[in-house]
Nanobody, 123 residues
Framework: QLQVVESGGGLVQPGGSLRLSCAAS????????VGWFRQAPGKQREEIAC????????NYADAVKSRFTISRDNTKNTMSLQRNSLRAESAAVCYC????????????????WGQGTKGNNSS
């Protein structure tokens, strides 16, 4: 079965940086699009950043385009999100997600979610 484990998170002062990572232990990330998402209480889960399967193009939400960087390491079977210039922390939770050979990064294509991390959000 598919399983991915998140690490990182926490709280930093506004303007600081955090790095989130996800490790896939039961499947090969190279066959999947990879992405990061956020969800605030009472709101829909939203895309932060992703890399589609079969390419290196990086998609970002407008609010984070200049501050966040998504990356993947297929050899180590990990993915990460570097978050710079963070704003005040909210109740939002960040999740990593993967989609099998997804050419586009949409929530509907995610077939495996991380457990979520809480800290400074992407707003």
């Amino acid at each position: 079965q598919l399983q991915v484990v998140e690490s990182g998170g926490g709280l930093v002062q506004p303007g600081g940086s955090l790095r989130l990572s996800c490790a896939a232990s039961t499947f090969a990330l190279e066959d999947y699009a990879v992405g990061w998402f956020r969800q605030a209480p009472g709101k829909q889960r939203e895309e932060i950043a992703c890399i589609p399967y079969g390419g290196t193009y990086q998609n970002y939400a407008d609010a984070v385009k200049s501050r966040f960087t998504i990356s993947r390491d297929n050899t180590k079977n990990t993915m990460s999100l570097q978050r710079n210039s963070l704003r005040a922390e909210s109740a939002a939770v960040c999740y990593c997600g993967t989609g099998w050979r997804a050419a586009a990064c949409v929530i509907a294509s995610v077939n495996c979610w991380g457990q979520g991390t809480k800290g400074n959000n992407s707003s």
